[in-house]
C-alpha cells in the first residue's frame, strides 16, 4: 500500500517527517511511491493544490518564452517522461540548445539541478531556462510584468502566496508542480513489491542480476530508489569534449567532461542519451559501456571493458524498459 508523504492520511494538514512546516495532502497528487522517502518542501514553498494549479497552467504556458514559441512542456514532454526526443531541444526564435533536456521524473528528489550541478535548490533553477538565450530568452523582471497582465495569473498569486505576481511567485508555483512528477510503478517495482510474480520476463532477470552485480557495477552509479548516486563522472565519451561539463563551474581540470549522474527512471522513454543526446539507442548505450569507453584522463575507473556478449547486452537493454512507468506518462494530472 502506497503511502501518502508521511504518514498516509489524505486531505488532512500534518507537519512532515523534519518537523518543517505543514503539508496539505491531495488524491493521486505527491502519492508517494513505495520504497520511496517523503519529499521535503522548502518552509516558503510548502504543498497546496492551488499552488500546484498555478505551476502547471505555467509550465504548458508559451507566453514564458520571448517570442511565445515555446513552454516548459515543449523541452519537457509528458508523454516522454517529461525529457525531449531531440539532442538538443528548440527555444525561442527556434535556437538549438546546449544540453540535451534531461527528464523531470522525480526530480523533487534531486540534491542540485543543471547536468552539471550548478544550482542549489528547484527553485532558483526556474529561473534558468528563462533567461538563457538558447531557450526562453527572457529578462525575468519582463517576463513577469508580462504574465502579471494575466488577471488569473494575478488572482493565483494573491490565493497562492499573498502576493501579487512577481520573480518569487513564478519559481514557486512551477518548482511545487515539478515536485508533483513522482514515478515509480514500473515493471521492476512490481517485481520488488511482489518477487514470487511475473512481472519481469527471463530476460530482463538475467539483465537485473548483471546491473545489480560486481561484473558490471551499474549500480555503483546508477543506485538507490531513484537508480542514480547524483555524482559528477566522465563516462569515456569523448577524447576532446565540446561541453567541459561540471568544469565550467569549478575550474578545475579534473571535472573535464564531468556531468551528473543521470536516473535512469523511465529511460527508455527519454533517448537521445548522453548530455549531448550522441547515442540514439539504448542498445548503443549498453554497448559503449560494455566496450569501457575510450581512455579519457578522468575517466571514472568504474568504466571499463565488461566483456558481455551479445545475448548479455540484450539482456541488460531488456531490464532497462522495465524502468518504465506506463501510468506516470499518461496521468492526466500532466497533461495539459
Not at 148 to 154: K, L
Not at 168 to 187: I, K, P, Q
Not at 205 to 229: A, E, M, P, V
Amino acid at each position: 500500500m502506497r503511502q501518502f508523504l508521511c504518514i498516509g492520511i489524505i486531505g488532512l494538514v500534518f507537519t512532515n517527517c523534519n518537523n518543517k512546516a505543514p503539508i496539505e495532502v491531495f488524491p493521486q497528487l505527491m502519492e508517494i511511491p513505495d520504497g520511496f522517502p517523503p519529499v521535503q518542501f522548502p518552509e516558503d514553498n510548502t504543498f497546496t493544490l492551488a499552488r500546484w494549479n498555478l505551476g502547471k497552467q505555467l509550465f504548458f504556458d508559451k507566453a514564458l518564452s520571448k517570442d511565445s514559441s515555446v513552454s516548459c512542456a515543449s523541452c519537457h514532454l509528458p508523454a516522454f517522461a517529461f525529457g525531449d526526443t531531440t539532442a538538443f531541444s528548440q527555444g525561442s526564435f527556434q535556437r538549438a540548445g546546449t544540453s540535451n533536456s534531461p527528464t523531470l521524473s522525480n526530480i523533487a528528489y534531486h540534491p542540485y539541478y543543471t547536468r552539471a550541478g550548478g544550482v542549489a535548490t528547484l527553485e532558483m533553477q526556474v529561473a534558468i531556462p528563462v533567461q538563457e538565450h538558447a531557450e526562453f530568452d527572457m529578462d525575468m523582471v519582463e517576463l513577469t510584468q508580462r504574465l502579471a497582465s494575466n488577471p488569473y495569473y494575478q488572482q493565483m498569486a494573491q490565493m497562492c502566496y499573498k502576493r501579487a505576481f512577481d520573480p518569487f511567485v513564478l519559481t514557486r508555483a512551477l518548482a511545487t508542480f515539478e515536485r508533483s512528477l513522482l514515478s515509480g510503478d514500473s515493471e521492476y517495482d512490481r517485481s520488488v513489491q511482489h518477487p514470487s510474480g511475473n512481472a519481469l520476463s527471463v530476460s530482463a532477470k538475467k539483465g537485473r542480476d548483471l546491473f545489480f552485480s560486481n561484473r558490471t557495477n551499474c549500480s555503483s552509479c546508477h543506485s538507490g530508489f531513484n537508480f542514480t548516486n547524483y555524482q559528477f563522472e566522465n563516462n569515456g565519451l569523448y577524447l576532446n569534449y565540446a561541453d567541459s561539463g561540471r568544469m565550467r563551474l569549478t575550474k578545475l581540470e579534473h571535472d573535464r567532461g564531468r556531468f551528473k549522474v543521470p536516473s535512469l527512471r523511465n529511460v527508455a522513454l527519454t533517448a537521445p542519451y548522453m548530455h549531448d543526446g550522441s547515442f540514439s539507442t539504448l542498445e548503443e548505450v549498453v554497448h559503449h559501456y560494455n566496450t569501457g569507453g575510450v581512455d579519457f584522463p578522468t575517466k571514472s575507473p568504474l568504466v571499463r571493458p565488461l566483456y558481455l556478449s551479445t545475448e548479455e547486452e540484450q539482456a541488460l537493454v531488456a531490464f532497462l524498459n522495465t524502468l518504465t512507468d506506463h501510468n506516470f506518462v499518461t496521468n492526466p494530472n500532466f497533461l495539459p
